[in-house]
């Protein structure tokens, strides 16, 4: 399994923007598909955005198409997202996930994709 510690969250008002940050541990973060999903309380936990090893192809929610990015820098073995024009809707604690050692172009859609999780960190959005 991999490690991964996110930061990066807190409360924003509508509009506003937060880069969220997740730091794999380990030496094949190349080699690892990642993830973001969130889950708002009450709700179930939903995809966000991925991306693929090696490739680096991304998928997005159509929730955050357009306002999301998704970004990885293997050198630091950080995955991001950014998250721009930001809504209360989009409040939820937002994890970051891994798949290690699947370097193929797909990106998982689905957490039973993945095999390792963050701790997750508190994004909230104000009215």
């Known amino acids: 399994q991999v490690e991964l510690v996110e930061s990066g969250g807190g409360l924003v008002q509508a509009g506003g923007s937060l880069r969220l940050s997740c730091a794999a541990s380990?030496?094949?973060?190349?080699?690892?598909?990642m993830g973001w999903f969130r889950q708002a309380p009450g709700k179930e936990r939903e995809f966000v955005s991925g991306?693929?090893?090696?490739?680096?192809?991304?998928r997005y929610a159509d929730s955050v198409k357009g306002r999301f990015t998704i970004s990885r820098d293997n050198a630091r073995s950080t995955l991001y997202l950014q998250m721009n024009s930001l809504k209360p809707e989009d409040t939820a604690v937002y994890y970051c996930a891994a798949k290690k050692l699947f370097t193929a172009a797909a990106v998982g859609l689905s957490e039973l994709w993945y095999d390792s999780w963050g701790q997750g960190t508190q994004v909230t959005v104000s009215s």
């Open positions: 991306i693929s090893g090696i490739a680096g192809n991304t």
């Open positions: 380990g030496r094949t973060f190349t080699a690892t598909a």
